[in-house]
């Protein structure tokens, strides 16, 4: 293992030229073709965004571009020369890195020991050479203007800073071309203008970026090269110039535009859920993340709830719920207080939650399609005790054509579900206790635009039969198109709430504190509470 | 358990990718496939087991030495039974061997007698207070396990341990280091005979504990695959935030597992000092281990969701006829627990090479099929 270098020492490639080539990469898995002989150009200096819907091939193009796995057919050219990556230290000594989604560092250790963790640099006597390793892991937190000292824990680092580390880690190792996989999904908005003005300073130095988000706007804001992919075959390849939104989404999807579910107004029932003064401290750090925030949803009303990650929002859904304890407020959901129920008992009152992450708190793996789905219904079809095979299996034929789940039967394992068909039972599973009102947690967070388009059809169909719906997004194009009214939040608060047919985008991602455009931020956090009620 | 049960337990392993679509009998058939892979090596081994001793010894297969077996295999898969709920809920119970020690210590006082304070009288309990109080005990001391395993999140590993030298110790302290033997017998001037009559009988030729451990293996399927509970159960085994989020009472589900755990421990302690005639210090000890054992060859996974009553059924009479197996056919005491050992390890990796090859193969027909496709298209 050489020296490390820092990524500031000059290169020998130009800004712009192609570093890596991917010639007709084809990949099968089983029955099923991932990639179909895609062509693809990989820039130094340049960051080449790859769009894609889930299963469209992103992640085995990836998965090959990093050694993870090798194609079936194809042929990848590393500086014009052809190249096979055996495996993913083979990839990282010839200088392509790949940072995933969730941080890959071992948080019982510090900051230097993971940036070194498998390259430790020796001593003549053959011991670690901890002083030098200090020495360059300060060098490249200063380079990426991130102080963080070499000998911090990682646990006490926050999901931006481990980011950060990451990217160290991988420059530590002589990187130059870096893969980026969703990095921005668990940073704030604060954490994810850092992150994009690192990626300005790598490419300025040469270094080649791929990235991938499901957060389309934000990754055409830092794109150079927009790389579409669907059904494993590449469609589009464009210079950022050339693109905007609805020409990604057509592309990703084949379709026209997104879907819009706005509505001509209409009289909503009575206030279902009614939360008042509601304040969440959080249990570990007594910091207060949910602030005194007051809302109602009435029956047959769709609320979004709009902010950034750290707004407080998962800490309101999960508290509505009943598995967080909340410090004060109100909860009455129909005029009665719920706030003392287990989440169970609220589930039977009628007020269940779906939630953000859905391989860890939504889907119970081990159980079958039928049987996620009639989990949280199963008292309705006890019959002296024991479960009614009869009207068990009633309820699931059911409950799946009604929220239209595509799978073989009930008995078919949910894992091997798509993750907008997983996502369809989790909900039709809290449709079925005959809910007045539903949570949902970032419903469409890793679903494909199809999908998502399904899933609110869902909900308006269930709106229309008087159900009232508390759902919480990060994307704006989301809230904009998908609901009756916008509340924001923003650091705990309620800031204000919306009309979607009567407001811009603008108006309100400025109220969440965010810029139009993270790259080029003219409004401040505070300009926009300022200019809030 | 019938081989039609819905999906709780049915689909335990991932299916290939083409599975059949659709259809009830299509369904039927990949259950019945599924769960005859995991219970199939457990039955497997227990035919091989059966097999080689019957030809290495006269004496195996002989009625007496069945129901000898018969009766050992009870007392463990009795306490396996209970083992599987914890271990289905990913959690483990070490304190059941203890608990099987206290509650014949208990019950051996109670024959003792009971000193009153204040008054200089004895009292005599019946016989099925007795059973009662010492079915209790044991119980109780699931409860304990329980409460502090699911309220305060303890790790159900050290809590239990703990929980296993609290009950020996007090079962130590309750005999003070004298065997309790001719007081079960009872005295019909005190009324509280009958122990034996019932504990250690043998209705239709069959020890009561075969017929304890029929009565309960039945019970549990039922719980298991048709109430909610049992479905509460895999569910919170297999993911408890998901759980919790359906509506599932997963502490209360975690709490009642151990009670269940306790419970059978205190069955197994009464039929135990029924059988040796004594309530003795070390009753029961290492007993935990069997019936880890027997659940886990059974096809139980620890990490929890996946496991079932048959499998640990069978699990017990593959320990149970191995045991016997060794010291029929003269195996030294000592070489015996290395062949055990080695037979619960191998159960285990049997049922790990059998799950990659089966990936493999599922990978490797699928390649071909690609293959074939590609060249009629060409």
Known sequence: ?533 | MTATNTSAEATPRPQSPQSPTGGVTSRLRSITLSSALVEGRALLALILIITVFALLSDNYLDPGNLVTITKQVAFNAILALGMLMVILNGGIDLSVGSTVGLTGAVAGNLFRGLDLPLTQAIMFPQVWVIVVISVGVGALVGYANGLLISRLRLAPFIVTLGMLYVGRGLTEVLLNGQNITNELRGQEGLGNTGFFEVFASRPLGLPISAWVMIALAVLASILLVRSPFGRWLYASGSNERAAELSGVPVTRVKTRIYVIAGTCAGIVGLLQIANISSATADLGQFYELNAIAAVVIGGAALSGGRGTVRGTIIGAFVIGFLANGLVIVGVSPFWQQVITGAVIILAVAVDRIQQIAQNRGAARRAAAEVRTAASTSA
């Open chain 1, 1 to 533: 293992m050489s020296a490390p270098a820092t990524a500031t020492a000059p290169t020998d490639t130009e800004i712009g030229e192609v570093v890596l080539r991917a010639v007709g990469i084809s990949k099968t898995y089983g029955v099923t073709k991932a990639l179909k002989g895609v062509d693809f150009e990989v820039r130094a200096g340049q960051v080449t965004v790859l769009f894609g819907e889930n299963g469209a091939g992103k992640s085995t193009l990836m998965k090959i571009l990093s050694g993870v796995e090798q194609p079936t057919g194809g042929q990848l050219v590393l500086h014009e020369e052809p190249i096979t990556l055996e495996n993913t230290v083979d990839a990282v000594e010839r200088g392509i890195s790949i940072i995933h989604q969730e941080t890959n560092l071992c948080p019982n250790l510090n900051v230097r020991d993971n940036i070194f963790l498998g390259r430790e640099l020796h001593t003549r006597m053959g011991g670690i050479d901890y002083a030098r390793e200090a020495d360059i892991t300060s060098r490249l937190m200063r380079q990426l203007e991130e102080e963080i000292a070499p000998q911090t824990p990682v646990a006490d680092l926050r999901m931006g800073q481990q980011q950060i580390v990451e990217i160290a880690r991988a420059l530590a190792a002589e990187t130059r071309i870096l893969i980026m996989d969703e990095p921005t999904s668990a940073l704030s908005a604060s954490e994810v203008e850092v992150l994009f003005r690192v990626i300005g300073e790598l490419t300025a130095n040469g270094v080649a970026i791929v990235y991938i988000s499901h957060h389309l706007e934000e990754a055409i804001s830092i794109a150079d090269h927009a790389v579409v992919l669907r059904d494993g075959e590449l469609v589009a390849h464009e210079p950022a110039s050339e693109i905007d939104l609805p020409w990604v989404v057509h592309r990703m999807t084949g379709r026209q535009a997104e879907y819009d579910f706005r509505e001509e107004p209409r009289d909503f029932g009575e206030v279902a859920l009614s939360v008042r003064n509601l304040t969440v401290a959080d249990l570990g750090t007594g910091r207060v993340v949910v602030d005194d925030v007051s809302l109602d949803v009435r029956t047959g009303e769709i609320v979004c709830l709009y902010g950034l990650m750290g707004a407080g929002r998962t800490e309101l859904m999960e508290t509505l719920a009943g598995r967080d304890p909340m410090t004060a407020g109100e909860v009455l959901l129909n005029g009665e207080n719920v706030a003392d129920l287990s989440v169970s008992d609220r589930i039977s009152r009628g007020l269940g939650l779906v939630p953000e992450d859905r391989q860890r708190d939504g889907v119970v793996q081990l159980l079958s399609v039928g049987s996620n789905l009639s989990l949280a219904g199963l008292r309705s079809v006890v019959r002296r005790g024991l479960i009614s095979r009869g009207a068990e299996s009633d309820r699931i034929r059911r409950g799946m054509a009604e929220v239209t789940v595509k799978a073989a039967g009930p008995g078919t394992p949910i894992t091997s579900l798509s993750g907008g068909n997983q996502q369809k039972v989790v909900i039709g599973k809290l449709l079925m206790t005959d809910p007045s009102v539903l949570l949902l947690d970032e419903p469409t967070r890793g679903i494909d635009v199809g999908a998502k388009g399904e899933i609110f059809a869902l909900l308006f169909q269930e709106a229309q039969k008087g159900l009232g719906v508390l759902y919480v997004t990060s994307e704006i194009g989301e809230a904009m198109t998908a609901s009756h009214r916008i509340v924001v939040m923003n650091k705990g608060r309620v800031v204000r709430e919306f009309d979607p047919r009567t407001s811009t985008r603008a108006e309100v991602m400025a109220a969440s504190g965010e810029s139009a455009n993270p790259t080029t931020s003219t409004t401040t956090t505070d300009e926009a509470i300022g200019g809030t009620p």
